[in-house]
């Protein structure tokens, strides 16, 4: 499947953003923890949320998805071997805890998804072993068993991963006493799980210094639950109406989960104005060159970079950028050079401070000169977030430019080339 994208129109008027992606399939994943019938309302009908659907369904879940809700009732875990998926995300290892909650054992594929370099999963591992769990790594998945059941720990993770801190807090909730995350994420998508799973009946508190408290309790409850919206699709719809010089308000756009970009944004020349129902973005001046450095939540998040690299494409003077938290995510800017872009991808770390990657030979460090005026391409999308950046470029470049691969964009992001279509945007899907 194919976008044909003419580009060079500025781009205005009015979109309302999805679920977020990364609350929606961890909803679903907590969902198994009980044996009545869930609800989410603001459901994004996206690619991972049907692999996440059919994960579920494999397992004994009923799901039916219609009309932005989501009802998932999981009544009897029926198997606890997930051996094999039509499609692969990293989602299944989630579903480790749950089913060991319900039944003492699970089996989960090796999980997939995004290629940015490998996950961390060894930290996901090492906590439910701290918990009690006998964990083998087969060829093809991982197997774990609980004999005596879960139990509470003190479990320190050695870097605030998002998935080890989900994974933990899933495990916990039925575990055998108090569990302690430190060094946990914290972001907005975590604090929305939990939201969730406290309407369940779990008892989580949230303490100082990324540290989150969890009482084990005997059973969990159905729930009805609104997801929070996508703040990755916020910040993508900003960085279009800037890049393309026109003005788009995000409906449901929240500057409490946009604090770090908002700042970025109006270093970069970009503006917004926070309205009642969403945020308005657009531009007055020309765009100059910055420096960004991702890190953790509340820090500007890795899945921020990719769109916001075609805006520094467009800034003048030199701009830098430093991945610190995938080793492995400017595969995307040769595209971007092919289409007229200056970028330079270094592997020293050309950021304030020295990360974790420093010496490690990772190309994480992006130099960007500009304003470059980007010329059509064919191109074939490497992952989600990159993706998202291919369109904007091709939004912006002069010519017709043709994205090979879209099913990729369309695991996270719901129906994109009609919702751009009604902003103006010339592009059309071709099968």
């Given at each position: 499947?194919?976008?044909?994208?003419?580009?060079?129109?500025?781009?205005?008027?009015?979109?309302?953003?999805?679920?977020?992606?990364?609350?929606?399939?961890?909803?679903?994943?907590?969902?198994?923890?009980?044996?009545?019938?869930?609800?989410?309302?603001?459901?994004?009908?996206?690619?991972?949320?049907?692999?996440?659907?059919?994960?579920?369904?494999?397992?004994?879940?009923?799901?039916?998805?219609?009309?932005?809700?989501?009802?998932?009732?999981?009544?009897?875990?029926?198997?606890?071997?997930?051996?094999?998926?039509?499609?692969?995300?990293?989602?299944?290892?989630?579903?480790?805890?749950?089913?060991?909650?319900?039944?003492?054992?699970?089996?989960?594929?090796?999980?997939?998804?995004?290629?940015?370099?490998?996950?961390?999963?060894?930290?996901?591992?090492?906590?439910?072993?701290?918990?009690?769990?006998?964990?083998?790594?087969?060829?093809?998945?991982?197997?774990?068993?609980?004999?005596?059941?879960?139990?509470?720990?003190?479990?320190?993770?050695?870097?605030?991963?998002?998935?080890?801190t989900e994974n933990t807090i899933l495990a916990a909730v039925l575990a055998k006493g108090r569990t302690i995350i430190q060094n946990a994420a914290t972001?907005?998508?975590?604090?929305?799980?939990?939201?969730?799973?406290?309407?369940?009946?779990?008892?989580?508190?949230?303490?100082?210094?990324?540290?989150?408290?969890?009482?084990?309790?005997?059973?969990?409850?159905?729930?009805?639950?609104?997801?929070?919206?996508?703040?990755?699709?916020?910040?993508?719809?900003?960085?279009?109406?800037?890049?393309?010089?026109?003005?788009?308000?995000?409906?449901?756009?929240?500057?409490?989960?946009?604090?770090?970009?908002?700042?970025?944004?109006?270093?970069?020349?970009?503006?917004?104005?926070?309205?009642?129902?969403?945020?308005?973005?657009?531009?007055?001046?020309?765009?100059?060159?910055?420096?960004?450095?991702?890190?953790?939540?509340?820090?500007?998040?890795?899945?921020?970079?990719?769109?916001?690299?075609?805006?520094?494409?467009?800034?003048?003077?030199?701009?830098?950028?430093?991945?610190?938290?995938?080793?492995?995510?400017?595969?995307?800017?040769?595209?971007?050079?092919?289409?007229?872009?200056?970028?330079?991808?270094?592997?020293?770390?050309?950021?304030?401070?020295?990360?974790?990657?420093?010496?490690?030979?990772?190309?994480?460090?992006?130099?960007i000169n500009g304003p470059t005026p980007l010329k059509a391409a064919n191109l074939e999308v490497r992952d989600l977030r990159s993706g998202i950046a291919?369109?904007?470029?091709?939004?912006?470049?002069?010519?017709?430019?043709?994205?090979?691969?879209?099913?990729?964009?369309?695991r996270g992001y719901e129906r994109i080339d009609e919702r751009l279509g009604q902003l103006g945007a010339d592009i059309k899907r071709v099968h």
């Amino acid at each position: 499947m194919k976008f044909v994208i003419k580009g060079g129109r500025k781009l205005n008027g009015e979109i309302s953003l999805s679920g977020a992606k990364n609350a929606a399939t961890k909803m679903m994943v907590a969902s198994l923890l009980t044996e009545e019938a869930c609800s989410l309302e603001n459901f994004p009908e996206i690619g991972d949320g049907h692999i996440t659907a059919e994960l579920c369904r494999s397992v004994g879940s009923k799901v039916d998805i219609q009309s932005g809700r989501l009802d998932i009732h999981t009544p009897e875990i029926k198997t606890f071997r997930v051996t094999s998926l039509t499609r692969r995300n990293r989602i299944p290892i989630l579903a480790l805890g749950p089913l060991l909650a319900r039944v003492g054992k699970a089996e989960v594929p090796i999980l997939g998804g995004d290629k940015i370099g490998p996950r961390p999963v060894d930290i996901h591992l090492d906590a439910l072993r701290v918990m009690g769990a006998a964990i083998k790594i087969n060829q093809n998945s991982y197997a774990a068993e609980a004999k005596n059941g879960l139990h509470g720990a003190k479990i320190a993770l050695r870097f605030p991963s998002v998935g080890a801190t989900e994974n933990t807090i899933l495990a916990a909730v039925l575990a055998k006493g108090r569990t302690i995350i430190q060094n946990a994420a914290t972001e907005p998508e975590i604090t929305d799980l939990i939201k969730m799973l406290q309407k369940m009946g779990a008892i989580i508190s949230l303490g100082t210094n990324r540290t989150i408290y969890i009482d084990g309790v005997d059973k969990l409850r159905g729930a009805r639950h609104r997801i929070l919206p996508d703040r990755n699709e916020a910040v993508s719809f900003a960085c279009l109406a800037v890049a393309t010089g026109g003005r788009i308000l995000v409906k449901g756009a929240r500057q409490d989960d946009l604090i770090t970009f908002l700042n970025m944004l109006r270093r970069v020349g970009g503006e917004y104005d926070v309205l009642d129902d969403g945020i308005a973005f657009y531009r007055r001046d020309n765009l100059r060159g910055v420096e960004v450095e991702t890190d953790t939540h509340p820090g500007f998040m890795t899945d921020w970079q990719q769109p916001f690299t075609i805006l520094l494409t467009q800034a003048k003077g030199n701009s830098i950028i430093h991945e610190t938290i995938y080793e492995d995510r400017f595969g995307y800017t040769k595209d971007l050079n092919l289409m007229g872009a200056d970028i330079t991808v270094f592997t020293k770390c050309l950021g304030e401070l020295s990360c974790r990657f420093s010496g490690e030979n990772y190309q994480h460090s992006a130099l960007i000169n500009g304003p470059t005026p980007l010329k059509a391409a064919n191109l074939e999308v490497r992952d989600l977030r990159s993706g998202i950046a291919h369109i904007i470029a091709a939004l912006i470049a002069e010519g017709e430019s043709v994205i090979s691969g879209v099913e990729e964009i369309d695991r996270g992001y719901e129906r994109i080339d009609e919702r751009l279509g009604q902003l103006g945007a010339d592009i059309k899907r071709v099968h």
